[in-house]
């Protein structure tokens, strides 16, 4: 079982940047696909980017070019940095863990993109 903690979050201004950290325990960590996922408010979550358990990287539409997702397997960490940064990115950034039927979220973290 993966238990997820998410960091990284704050204000930030247009066009600016956060990394975003997703903590995880257990030691099989590198056998888990990650993903990060956001929900706006008044909004259905979306998902921003996964990366496989073996690097492979996927990104919403929306991101790409200005976001990238990582994971350091050692750390037991998956990242989300986030460059260029739109007021429509404001969103909680929820992180994901996946293996087979087993997924896990961890508890969100509040990413608020403002003048």
């Known amino acids: 079982q993966v238990q997820l903690v998410e960091s990284g979050g704050g204000l930030v201004q247009p066009g600016g940047s956060l990394r975003l950290s997703c903590a995880a325990s257990?030691?099989?960590?590198?056998?888990?696909?990650m993903s990060w996922h956001r929900q706006a408010p008044g909004k259905q979550r979306e998902l921003v980017a996964v990366?496989?358990?073996?690097?492979?990287?996927n990104y919403a539409d929306s991101v790409k070019g200005r976001f990238t997702i990582s994971r350091d397997n050692a750390k037991n960490t998956a990242y989300l940095q986030m460059n260029s940064l739109k007021p429509e990115d404001t969103a909680v950034y929820y992180c994901?863990?996946?293996?087979?039927?087993?997924?896990?979220w961890g508890q969100g973290t509040q990413v608020t993109v403002s003048a």
């Open positions: 994901n863990a996946i293996r087979g039927t087993h997924s896990e």
């Open positions: 257990g030691s099989i960590f590198r056998l888990f696909a």
């Open positions: 990366i496989s358990s073996g690097g492979t990287t």
